[in-house]
């Protein structure tokens, strides 16, 4: 076992991370918490180009931690799911979720998920939070796309470097004074941050989290010995070196950049000419809200699945409202409240007559066409516009297909 192996097991034996739910019903379903990366809730986001099926697929979770494996087969009963970890502990408390809620389709495998050989490939791999503590990243990358179908999906999630720039800054702090992953560097490291100046960015950026309010956060959030934190333009590079391209965005804290400049045409314009990456690299600086960088992931020879490198047309895509946002409408205008706290509003045509297939669009149930084709060709011309604002800065999900799910969230 390397060094860089040894150090993450005896990290995670010893500090448990995440804290791991006890009740997934309780904690999650009935909470209505969605797993982004559940392909039975968010098969449009993982698969915009299948149509929704309720078929068997085979899943791996790759550092699976102490619930993730778990929680992925509760929701989706109907798939086959394997998770790997390389601590003991936490598939420990996996195995309790397992018992507790007589989870069927789960297998559990504590190793380094690189060294295990399967005989069969996968529709999904999921990976969050776990190749930014590899000394070698492109060593999993290359793992994923060998043990991936064709068609297959990644779910990846890294830490961005931009808004947790001032913590890294603290973290040389604890390092210089050679803070240990034992109790009482935990404790000194609250007494410290209670009395640095509240406006430090650094502060602000950790106190927003929940990570100080309890040890085992501390210890993988500011003590970590091992990580790394990317530019999206890095983390491209990387997929790409390893034959894997971006294929979708979860959310849009990275996306997001056209939503600046939707009323100067002239603006909109030179962003819309910047390639993609650049424009990418400007929306992760722009929103400063990287600190987990959720993205999904397939091989590049699929190119055409990529909704970030073949963007589909207008006509063809249906939308849904995202989990964690809020929309409200009526004749004059939509206002959209997002998950990141921004709030926008648009001008739109919407007329009473033709509230019934607006609210099917935004449902999902229809494709954009169907209500371009309601409209003169002016009214089409703004409401194509904002539209495209939409897609472009992930305000709405989109797919190929209709926007389906066997659960209702509120």
């Given at each position: 076992?390397?060094?860089?192996?040894?150090?993450?097991?005896?990290?995670?034996?010893?500090?448990?991370?995440?804290?791991?739910?006890?009740?997934?019903?309780?904690?999650?379903?009935?909470?209505?918490?969605?797993?982004?990366?559940?392909?039975?809730?968010?098969?449009?986001?993982?698969?915009?180009?299948?149509?929704?099926?309720?078929?068997?697929?085979?899943?791996?979770?790759?550092?699976?931690?102490?619930?993730?494996?778990?929680?992925?087969?509760?929701?989706?009963?109907?798939?086959?799911?394997?998770?790997?970890?390389l601590s003991k502990n936490s598939l420990k408390h996996q195995q309790k979720l397992i018992?507790?809620?007589?989870?069927?389709?789960?297998?559990?495998?504590?190793?380094?998920?690189?060294?295990?050989?399967?005989?069969?490939?996968?529709?999904?791999?999921?990976?969050?939070?776990?190749?930014?503590?590899?000394?070698?990243?492109?060593?999993?990358?290359?793992?994923?796309?060998?043990?991936?179908?064709?068609?297959?999906?990644?779910?990846?999630?890294?830490?961005?470097?931009?808004?947790?720039?001032?913590?890294?800054?603290?973290?040389?702090?604890?390092?210089?004074?050679?803070?240990?992953?034992?109790?009482?560097?935990?404790?000194?490291?609250?007494?410290?941050?209670?009395?640095?100046?509240?406006?430090?960015?650094?502060?602000?950026?950790?106190?927003?989290?929940?990570?100080?309010?309890?040890?085992?956060?501390?210890?993988?959030?500011?003590?970590?010995?091992?990580?790394?934190?990317?530019?999206?333009?890095?983390?491209?590079?990387?997929?790409?070196?390893?034959?894997?391209?971006?294929?979708?965005?979860?959310?849009?804290?990275?996306?997001?950049?056209?939503?600046?400049?939707?009323?100067?045409?002239?603006?909109?314009?030179?962003?819309?000419?910047?390639?993609?990456?650049?424009?990418?690299?400007?929306?992760?600086?722009?929103?400063?809200?990287?600190?987990?960088?959720?993205?999904?992931?397939?091989?590049?020879?699929?190119?055409?699945?990529?909704?970030?490198?073949?963007?589909?047309?207008?006509?063809?895509?249906?939308?849904?409202?995202?989990?964690?946002?809020?929309?409200?409408?009526?004749?004059?205008?939509?206002?959209?409240?997002?998950?990141?706290?921004?709030?926008?509003?648009?001008?739109?045509?919407?007329?009473?007559?033709?509230?019934?297939?607006?609210?099917?669009?935004?449902?999902?149930?229809?494709?954009?066409?169907?209500?371009?084709?309601?409209?003169?060709?002016?009214?089409?011309?703004?409401?194509?516009?904002?539209?495209?604002?939409?897609?472009?800065?992930?305000?709405?999900?989109?797919?190929?297909?209709?926007?389906?799910?066997?659960?209702?969230?509120?």
């Amino acid at each position: 076992m390397n060094k860089n192996i040894d150090y993450l097991k005896n990290h995670y034996e010893n500090y448990n991370y995440p804290e791991p739910v006890q009740d997934i019903n309780k904690e999650l379903i009935e909470n209505n918490i969605v797993y982004y990366d559940d392909p039975t809730y968010n098969w449009h986001k993982i698969f915009p180009e299948k149509a929704f099926s309720k078929n068997k697929i085979s899943i791996l979770v790759a550092g699976c931690g102490t619930e993730q494996a778990a929680i992925i087969a509760k929701l989706s009963p109907q798939h086959e799911v394997v998770g790997v970890d390389l601590s003991k502990n936490s598939l420990k408390h996996q195995q309790k979720l397992i018992d507790k809620h007589k989870i069927k389709n789960l297998k559990l495998i504590c190793n380094d998920f690189r060294e295990v050989k399967f005989d069969k490939k996968f529709d999904l791999i999921i990976s969050t939070g776990v190749i930014h503590h590899l000394e070698n990243p492109s060593s999993a990358l290359k793992y994923f796309y060998n043990n991936l179908k064709d068609d297959g999906a990644i779910s990846l999630m890294v830490y961005g470097n931009k808004s947790t720039h001032a913590t890294n800054e603290l973290r040389k702090l604890f390092f210089k004074l050679n803070f240990k992953q034992d109790k009482e560097s935990i404790d000194s490291i609250r007494k410290i941050y209670d009395k640095i100046n509240p406006s430090h960015p650094g502060v602000i950026h950790t106190k927003n989290s929940s990570e100080l309010k309890y040890d085992a956060g501390i210890v993988d959030h500011i003590l970590h010995q091992s990580e790394h934190f990317y530019s999206i333009r890095e983390f491209n590079e990387l997929l790409n070196n390893n034959k894997l391209i971006i294929k979708n965005f979860v959310e849009s804290r990275i996306k997001s950049l056209t939503k600046l400049f939707y009323d100067d045409d002239v603006l909109l314009k030179k962003i819309r000419n910047l390639n993609y990456i650049d424009q990418l690299e400007l929306g992760q600086i722009i929103n400063w809200d990287d600190n987990r960088m959720s993205l999904i992931c397939c091989k590049d020879t699929y190119i055409k699945n990529s909704l970030i490198l073949s963007p589909p047309n207008l006509d063809n895509i249906y939308i849904g409202t995202r989990t964690g946002c809020n929309y409200k409408m009526n004749n004059a205008f939509i206002k959209i409240n997002l998950d990141t706290n921004e709030e926008f509003t648009f001008s739109m045509p919407i007329k009473t007559e033709f509230v019934n297939t607006w609210q099917e669009v935004f449902a999902g149930r229809k494709k954009l066409k169907n209500l371009f084709d309601l409209y003169n060709d002016k009214e089409k011309k703004q409401i194509k516009k904002i539209f495209t604002i939409l897609v472009e800065n992930v305000f709405v999900d989109v797919s190929l297909h209709p926007i389906l799910s066997p659960r209702i969230i509120k």
